[in-house]
Structures are given as C-alpha cells and as structure tokens.
C-alpha cells in the first residue's frame, strides 16, 4: 500500500462540497464588482517569491517547498498567489491590455511547515489583486468585496480588523525609532527575532512571540500626513460600504510587501488568532519587482479555514434526490432510460448494478441516503408505471403512471 504524503490529504466528498460551494460564492460576488480570473503556474522561480514576498518572511525562510528541477532550475511551489500574479502582470504588460487591472485567482497553495492539526502543506486560497489603483476606494472596495464573498459563503461572526502601515517614507522614519528601541531590549526578543533586528526591525512586531508585548510597549509608527489621510478616507468608506471594523493597531502582517492598508477578516468559532482572510495595500512591489509604477492591494483567503467554519453551519448533503431500482431483467434499459431523463429535469439520481438482484440494489439505494426509491419491474413495464419507495420516511410504497412522474417529482423537489 502507498501512503499519501505526511502533510497532504485527500478531500473526500463531504468536504469537497464545501469548497465547491465556497468557490462558487467567491466567482459570484467577484463577478459583480468586475473582477476576473487569472490562472498562474503553480511552480515559479524561487527568486519570485525571495523578491517578492521577502526573504526575511516566515514564508521564505521556513516554508518553501523549494527544490531544483532536471534542467537545474531553483524553483519553488507558490506559496501564496500575489508574486505570480504580479510577475504576470510586469511580464505580459497588464498595465497596457489589462483593462481594469482586478484580478481574482483559485488554486491551491504550498508550505512545507511542519505539519500540525489542521495545518497542511497543500492548502486552498481564493485570491483578489487590484493593480494599478492608489485611491481608498479601491481598499474599501476589496474589503468590502471581500466580506460579501464571507457572507455569501455562509461563514458566521465576521470581524474586519483594519490597520495602516504607512509608506516607505512614514517607515524610514520609523525604522531607527524601532530598531533604537529594539537594540536597548535585546534581552527580551526570541532568537529569530535578534538575529534579523538590523535586516529587518518592523519583523519583531509581526512575531508570535515578541509581537503582543511590542505592540503594547514599544514605540508606535507615526502615519505621514498623506498616510494618514489615505487611512481616515478609507475608513470612511467602509463606513459607507456598510462594512464592520475595528482599528487594531497590533495589526502588522507577515510579509514584506505590505504599505498603508492592512486588513484581517476574523471569524468568532475559530479563535481569536485565527486569520480566515487578509491582505492589504502593495504599492511599491510591481515597480520593485521591475513593473511600472503600479499601486495595488489585495487579500487571499483560506479556502480550507472557511470550508471548517460552516461545516457545522450547514448541511453537507451529497446524497442523491433518487435511486433508480431495476426488479426485473427486462426493465435495465427502461430504468437506464429513466436516469438519463430524471437528470435532464434536473434532478440528481444515482443506480448501483442494475444487474444485481432486487434486495442488493435496495440495500444500495438506503445507503446512498436518497429521498426515494424508483423501482421498475416487468408489471410496471407493462403499465407504463414506476413505482415510487420513500427511503426517509415511513410512507407506503405507490405506483405512480409514467406521464406524471416527473411533475410530481419536480413539484417534490423543487419546492
Ligand atoms: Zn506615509
Ligand atoms: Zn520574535
């Protein structure tokens, strides 16, 4: 017997569903607010993602699944969508034949941490990306997009936190403020910590460990005037949009990347560390990764967080409305008839052998959880009948003439 890799999983239908349903919500929402899909390699250079999301991020440091291929190739498998979406828009010129440059992307996603409960190395994101507009209208209009797809989907209790982490310039004034801060308390950092404070101060207050008692106690980025506006306006039309926040100035993001708007999308079941959805303003990355002048903001959210947060919400039904019995020889290609034309009136109907005897393929229609039975005999043939078996409920059996089956059906289920 082969064993699945350690980390990765199958999805099994009861779970498939959910992320099918997810999906559908997410394409649904996104076509209305004018957003479409780009499907990026799911194998990009590992530079990509060094340059990208930063080489000093958890992401680049820990958990690449990087590796070199035949041809000698350092390559990574992505893991998060926004560096090959950027990487596409730079190398096909999107700035120029995009049209409106928003962007949505579904695919799965690759980190090589160690496995944990609920963690996996494969994992799904459905991503957004608005190239190429600088104004808080596009951040409130992702934002917002974004809760919509979360309701939409049925997750319960969201929670938008928002934050801002200034521009290069609000951060090159923050920087020696910080790293001053951080170079007299040392002693207190973790490990990691310490041995990045001169690559990369603003980490620390990212970090699980270092990160809470940071925000409290060190010193706070100062918003530049324009900064600040780009903030107050933004809020403003969250406001307007209807959206729920809170400002949480804790709020920093692991990843490089990130200016001015910041954003999570917390759902209440899971915890209050556990992020389902976030994202934010990256103005400066298109044009540092050798793209136009290109300011963007984005979010990806974690297909596989919401599909846990409304299993228990929602049905998980993937049984079928019907099951189609053969009792006789002679009725197979009738009952066969009858499966094509249920499903043609859109009803879902499933058979197991119609070969089998009578009682096997009972057996197989109560253990595929439909509502009811149609069974077809050489009587029922003859008659230019069916006979209907509630599977649920304690109803007696009937026979149904043929001409009416599919109304009273539809009536059923439709309903
Ligand atoms: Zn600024
Ligand atoms: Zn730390």
């Known amino acids: 017997m082969i064993h699945s890799l350690r980390g990765f999983r199958d999805l099994l239908p009861s779970d498939s569903t959910l992320f099918t349903r997810i999906e559908a919500a997410a394409r649904e929402i996104f076509s209305l607010y004018g957003y479409r899909e780009i499907r990026i390699p799911t194998i990009e250079p590992h530079e990509l993602f060094v340059k990208s999301t930063g080489d000093t991020t958890d992401i680049v440091e820990k958990e690449m699944y990087a590796f070199t291929d035949q041809g ?83 997750v319960p209790g969201c929670s938008v936190e928002l934050n801002s982490l200034g521009c290069a310039d609000c951060r090159a004034a923050y920087r020696p403020i910080l790293l001053g801060y951080l170079k007299t308390h040392v002693d207190a950092l973790c490990e990691p910590c310490q041995k990045r404070l001169d690559q990369n101060p603003l980490r620390a207050l990212d970090c699980k460990i270092d990160g809470p008692r940071l925000a409290v106690e060190a010193p706070a980025l100062k918003l530049c005037p324009a900064c600040a506006d780009h903030f107050d306006r933004t809020q403003e039309l969250l406001k307007l949009s209807g959206v729920d926040f809170k400002v949480n100035k804790n709020l920093v993001r692991g990843l490089d990347y990130y200016t001015r708007t910041v954003f999570e999308v917390k759902a209440g079941q899971l915890g209050s560390q556990d992020a389902v959805a976030g994202g934010g303003r990256y103005d400066d990355l298109v044009k540092s990764m050798g793209g136009p002048n290109a300011p963007a903001t984005g979010w990806a959210l974690g297909v596989d967080r919401v599909a846990m947060l409304i299993k228990d919400a929602s049905r998980t039904d993937t049984a079928p409305q019907l099951f189609v019995v053969s009792a006789s020889d002679d009725a197979r290609l009738a009952a066969f008839k009858l499966l094509g034309e249920l499903r043609a009136a859109g009803l879902s109907a499933d058979f197991s052998n119609f070969e089998l005897s009578l009682k096997s393929q009972l057996r197989s229609a109560d253990r595929s959880g439909a509502a009811i039975a149609l069974i077809l005999g050489g009587d029922e043939i003859k008659n230019s009948s069916c006979a209907v078996k509630p599977l649920k409920e304690k109803a007696q059996q009937r026979t149904v003439p043929m001409a009416e089956l599919l109304p009273e059906l539809k009536k059923l289920f439709y309903a």
Not at 103 to 109: A, E, F, L, P, Q
Not at 121 to 127: C, K, T, Y
């Open 72 to 154: 000698g190739r350092h390559v990574a498998l992505r893991p998060e969508g926004t560096p090959g979406v950027v990487r596409a828009y730079i190398e096909l010129n999107l700035d120029q034949t995009g049209k409106n440059g928003k962007y949505y992307y579904i695919g799965n996603m690759f980190r090589a941490e160690r496995p944990q409960a609920g963690r996996f190395r494969e994992f799904e994101q459905i991503g957004a990306e608005h190239i190429g507009n600088p104004s808080p209208f596009a951040d409130a209009e992702t934002v917002a997009m974004l809760v919509k797809i979360l309701e939409k989907a049925g």
